[in-house]
């Protein structure tokens, strides 16, 4: 099993970045495939973007491709999503999902069952 504890949420101005960390406990954290999901106020949770266990393979959402990166450092076991040029629509609790899985990252929230706590971001305009 994987806990997962997401940081770096905040208040930032439209046009700035934010760069959200996903920790995670265990020595398995190399195993599982990773993800990011939001969910903003009265809609459903949305995928915003997944990699593979070993960094190698990305997918994104088209709402955050250009402006968001993905990336994991297997050393630490933490999950990074740099988001920049953010717009006041990128507002949402974002979470960080995991996946055991050495297969191809899946936009499927389905897919994944381990979940953080999730991680306030606020984008004014």
């Known amino acids: 099993q994987v806990q997962l504890v997401e940081s770096g949420g905040g208040l930032v101005q439209a046009g700035g970045s934010l760069r959200l960390s996903c920790a995670a406990s265990?020595?398995?954290?190399?195993?599982?495939?990773m993800g990011w999901f939001r969910q903003a106020p009265g809609k459903e949770r949305e995928f915003v973007a997944a990699?593979?266990?070993?960094?190698?393979?990305?997918v994104y959402a088209d709402s955050v491709k250009g402006r968001f990166t993905i990336s994991r450092d297997n050393a630490k076991t933490t999950l990074y999503l740099q988001m920049n040029n953010l717009k006041p629509e990128d507002t949402a609790v974002y979470y960080c999902?995991?996946?055991?899985?050495?297969?191809?990252?899946?936009?499927?929230?389905?897919?994944?069952?381990?979940w953080g706590q999730g991680t306030q971001v606020t984008v004014s305009s």
């Open positions: 990699i593979s266990w070993g960094g190698g393979n990305t």
């Open positions: 999902a995991g996946m055991r899985s050495r297969s191809a990252p899946t936009r499927a929230a389905r897919e994944y069952g381990y």
């Open positions: 265990g020595r398995t954290f190399s195993s599982y495939a």
